[in-house]
């Protein structure tokens, strides 16, 4: 039996001001992506892709309510992505779910030519990276 690789993410934990909001923009995102509702709890839900799962949760222990990507911690999530159709899908999408594009000036090559991205952050300041690589005989 086959199990994860040695030092491959297990979960990641974000802790959100609104459950509900996040559940509306990052849940969307994530089953989207192909990951699947696993848990639901009272302040709390969990979405896994094969191994790994991420938890989305309004913990009682919350010192503050206002997320910052600038400050020291957790900048962005970057998720790979099947090609950049989908990834022109799912931007166009994500509007209805309170994202909106970053960096527009320069999508869908933000990153770099060796990848074609979109640059996403929803209502909360959450920012997450959606990644299609660009085969090596279209890179620029």
Same mark, same amino acid.
């Given at each position: 039996?086959? #199990?994860?690789?040695? #030092?491959?993410l297990?979960? =990641?934990?974000?802790?959100? &001001?609104? =459950?509900?909001?996040? /559940? *509306?923009?990052?849940?969307?995102?994530?089953?989207?992506?192909?990951?699947?509702?696993?848990?639901?709890?009272?302040?709390?839900?969990?979405?896994?892709?094969?191994?790994?799962?991420?938890?989305? @949760? /309004?913990?009682?222990?919350?010192?503050?309510?206002?997320? !910052?990507?600038?400050?020291? #911690?957790?900048?962005?999530? &970057?998720?790979?992505?099947?090609? *950049? &159709?989908?990834?022109?899908?799912? $931007?166009?999408? &994500?509007?209805?779910?309170?994202w909106? =594009?970053?960096?527009?000036?320069?999508?869908?090559?933000?990153?770099?030519?060796? %990848?074609?991205?979109?640059?996403?952050?929803?209502? !909360?300041?959450? @920012? $997450?990276? =959606?990644? *299609?690589?660009?085969?090596?005989? %279209?890179?620029?």
């Amino acid at each position: 039996m086959n #199990g994860p690789t040695h #030092g491959m993410l297990h979960h =990641l934990e974000l802790w959100v &001001a609104d =459950l509900d909001r996040a /559940q *509306a923009s990052l849940g969307w995102l994530l089953e989207a992506l192909g990951h699947s509702l696993d848990q639901r709890w009272e302040g709390g839900r969990s979405w896994r892709l094969g191994p790994t799962y991420l938890v989305v @949760e /309004q913990s009682s222990a919350l010192t503050g309510t206002v997320y !910052d990507r600038c400050r020291p #911690g957790l900048n962005h999530l &970057a998720f790979h992505v099947a090609d *950049a &159709a989908t990834v022109d899908t799912l $931007v166009a999408d &994500a509007v209805e779910h309170s994202w909106r =594009l970053l960096f527009p000036e320069r999508h869908p090559y933000a990153g770099g030519s060796h %990848q074609y991205a979109a640059y996403l952050e929803n209502e !909360d300041g959450f @920012e $997450v990276e =959606l990644v *299609a690589m660009v085969p090596a005989t %279209q890179g620029t």
